[in-house]
């Protein structure tokens, strides 16, 4: 029989790229997290698929438009290909939070159309963000919550972290996606402790 996909979904903003305040306009604007390309690359290398889930209310407010956020993309994946990783796709909320759909984090719209394009069980999708409302998502969908300390939980010290991870139960918290990256693919080998979760 075959196993099931190895799925992980990331946010973008603080995950991939360093945050900013300001929307990501222009692919000049998207600058890597330290060794965030590199934890790409090696989940890819041991079977991951990876698929980033980012709330962009920018486009339903007029910042920003489809051509230039495609072209922050592009520059992402560029960037991701020289490392030899790959971001199997990039799901979008384009809604502001005046909007009231069903896709905007900690909504799980965007993780339901994600199992649905992938056919996945997505009580086995690990999904990993920086902010209570990637980890409320995660929840919501029934997915595997992780938070990141990283882009807005940067300046969290640990008792900070673990104090908003366990709004969310079942939250495992991380350094950054490097440190999420050993995390799943540790325990992923077959020898390793299926007991030791989190």
Known sequence: ????????????????????????????EWEPVPG???????????????????????LGSGLLDMAGLNAVHRHMNELLARHGARIDAVFICPHTAADGCDCRKPAPGLLYRIAERFGVNLSQVAVAGDTLRDLQAAHAAGCEPHLLRTGRSAQLDDEAAERLAAQVPGSCVHADLDALASFLVQRDRPDADVGVMR
């Open 1 to 28: 029989m075959d196993r099931a996909m190895k799925l992980v979904v990331l946010g973008r903003d603080g995950v991939l790229n360093r945050y900013r305040d300001e929307h990501v306009a222009t692919p000049q």
């Open 36 to 58: 965030a390309l590199e934890a790409v690359a090696r989940l890819n290398h041991a079977g991951w698929h990876v698929v980033v889930a980012t709330n962009q209310p920018g």
